[in-house]
């Protein structure tokens, strides 16, 4: 009788870290169209054309590391401290503005972040909203293949 | 089993092992993977323990450490966290210390986590200027081996198989 109840709840257990796991996982449901690479998006920062908005929706410890130049911390979108912070950096800017939004915390399909980064801007009505396209982090995929960095705040 | 057999299996085994600790050393790609600053002095720091006082990372040596980079909103690392409790439980007592090392902006969700998790090693709180002393914790997880002298062996970036820690800090506190 014991066991079986050990087993349930192992069980249970089990079924709730799949579901919270997958309620953290949701970066694959960016529509691919959303997504710029890091070399396209070295291009039109090196451009003559309209500069994007680069907001880091993600760790400041890893921000203050190493970011973007010009780009913006605004704070974990995974947190409503940090999705408050993104609604109200964006809120008086024009609908059409070219934004990119990165985190690079995490490989892309763990990342907590941009999900919610994404449909906050969705649900604003931004109609030029890029998410950066970090495979398996910041580091490696942007930092080691020698892309503009900048330190500090 | 007779005597010369015991030590042909024994003698294979740790072979394997080094073998192993080699190739993990040597190996890069993937997402788990050593990377080029293996065999320097681990930089010491001191950082605030999340239950009070300070941690000292020299004032370790003698142990092997296992210093995880890690947050609590990092899937990975949440997914790592249960082994690393088994290893400091299983290996505490042999000369392992496991100490996390949060990257999070704030301590509360740590607090939150240390106890949901159990965790029984020290956890401090990291800052940009850790980070960058090694080498930069541009993405999580990222754990680093370090023996009884201080230096750093092995660098694991990214979700590593908790049998390969297994592995590795055993033949650390066996080499040791």
Known sequence: MMKNETVLRLVIASALILISSNALCQTGAIPTSRLINPEDLVKVMQSGKEKPLVLQVGSHTLFLQAHIPGSEYVGAAST??????????????????????????????????????????QALGFTNGKVLYIADNFGTNWVDRGYPTAKGE | MSGRKLGLVVALTLAAVIVGVYSYRHSRGGRSGSTGQEHREAPDFTLPRLDGGQLCLSSYRGKVVLLDFWATWCVPCREETPHFVELQQKYGDKGLQIIGVSMDDSPDPVRAFYQQFRMNYPVVMGTAEVGSAYGGVLGLPIAFLIDRDGRICVKHLGATDPSLFEKEIAFLLHSS
């Open chain 1, 80 to 121: 409503e401290l940090g999705l408050q912070q993104l609604r109200k950096r964006v809120e008086s800017l024009p609908r059409n503005r070219f934004l990119v939004i990165y985190c690079g915390c995490c490989p892309w399909n763990h990342c907590p972040n941009l999900k919610p980064a994404d449909d906050a801007l």
